[in-house]
């Protein structure tokens, strides 16, 4: 029997049909099997969270530094290399006191490098309350004041940051900015077990060390790292305690400018080598590094690397090319990691701050307005 061509064509169009007609339920068979161990995924219970006291390989193993001699030095290290405590983290906090308008920037770059990273500690910035209420009449200053609480409300918007404006403290520093917010105040701070507080100017590369410090056990009000020069050291860890915060006050009342002395006397100090070490270093120990020195591995393992070079005011600033080419260390990996640590301290002031590099001051001296106060 032979088909006509109506036949055939019907025949023809009824296979494609079923051929696409089949494509699409195999298609759609498909996506219902990905679908379901997509949901099977979602639902499956996640893996038991790892116990607050399991080593952490990245934090826990990091050295302080150079033994500074002292017994102390052994017992830090063994809780480095053990397991981390477990600590409620409501009790320590990392807290920036700024008292002028050239600081405000670094600590916000702290607080948002904290956030980052998720530490998991309180963030607090101290600054004047005076701020709050402040009308300058001359323009720079102003415009000055206007930045500084535009950042310190980025801080709390955009960080989690508590803002906490304080007193001067006149008995103690009348006409005196430094001396009116002394950081041995911080010792007052009792709501919290252990604070944190990092010099400016600085980065923050890996907060996890810096956790660890913040969670280890420690009788001394007062513990930094130190090295041979008589800046002031890049870190300080706070037990705060009323009877402290007393003896502090009763010292400087009678002598603001003796805070310098105060702290090296009742400060623990930790060797800080002059070589570049893990957790906290300086820029300057850099100039000191050995030939097997590695820039990948020091900028991965730093915890806090306060930029601090003896020829440079600082690195918020636009250091004339000359200066800053003569301040580098030797050519070699220890250059590579300086020039590094400079340029990723401009970009992270412009990308957290929205602020270029000051000019230099028309005078290299002392810091008058919210420099780092000699002795802290």
């Not at 025949?11 to 161990?37: A, D, W």
């Not at 809780?79 to 320590?92: H, N, S």
């Not at 103690?172 to 917010?181: K, P, R, S």
Request: with cysteine.
């Amino acid at each position: 029997m032979l088909l006509t061509s109506s036949q055939i064509s019907m025949t023809i169009s009824s296979g494609i049909v079923f051929i696409f007609t089949s494509l699409l339920f195999l298609s759609g068979y498909v996506l219902q099997q990905q679908t379901v161990r997509s949901l099977q995924a979602a639902i499956h219970p996640p893996p038991p969270p790892i116990p607050s006291g399991a080593p952490s390989a990245t934090a826990l193993a990091r050295p302080f530094g150079h033994p500074p001699g002292s017994s102390g030095y052994v017992s830090y290290q063994k809780l480095l290399g053990g397991p981390a405590p477990d600590i409620d983290w409501k009790q320590a906090a990392y807290v920036q006191l700024v008292t002028g308008h050239m600081t405000v920037c670094n600590a916000v770059m702290i607080f948002a490098e904290l956030a980052a990273q998720k530490s998991r500690a309180q963030r607090v910035l101290l600054y004047p309350k005076m701020w709050d209420q402040d009308v300058e009449h001359d323009g720079l200053r102003a415009l000055e004041l206007e930045r500084s609480m535009r950042l310190i409300r980025v801080a709390a918007v955009r960080y989690g940051v508590v803002l906490a404006p304080i007193e001067e403290m006149l008995d103690i520093g009348a006409g005196n900015t430094d001396a009116a917010f002394p950081l041995s105040g911080l010792l007052s701070m009792t709501r919290f077990d252990h604070i944190l507080y990092l010099r400016s100017s600085g980065l923050i590369i890996d907060s996890s060390a810096l956790d660890t410090l913040l969670s280890l056990p420690t009788n001394a009000s007062l513990t930094s790292f130190s090295d041979s020069s008589t800046a002031p050291p890049p870190l300080t860890l706070l037990t705060p305690s009323r009877a402290a915060f007393q003896t502090a006050i009763a010292t400087l009342r009678g002598n603001p400018s003796s805070e310098h002395a105060y702290l090296r006397r009742n400060t623990h100090f930790l060797a800080l080598p002059s070589t570049p070490a893990p957790l906290v270093s300086r820029t300057s120990a850099l100039h000191n590094a050995s030939e097997d020195f590695d820039a990948g591995t020091f900028l991965s393992q730093a915890g806090y690397v306060q930029l601090f070079d003896e020829d440079i005011k600082g690195p918020e600033y636009n250091i004339p090319r000359d200066v800053f080419l003569q301040s580098r260390p030797r050519p070699g990996e220890a250059r590579s990691a300086w020039e590094e640590l400079y340029e990723m301290y401009r970009m992270r002031r412009m990308a957290v701050c929205g602020l270029d590099l000051e000019p230099m001051p028309a005078v290299f001296g002392p810091e008058t307005d919210g420099g780092d106060k000699v002795g802290t």
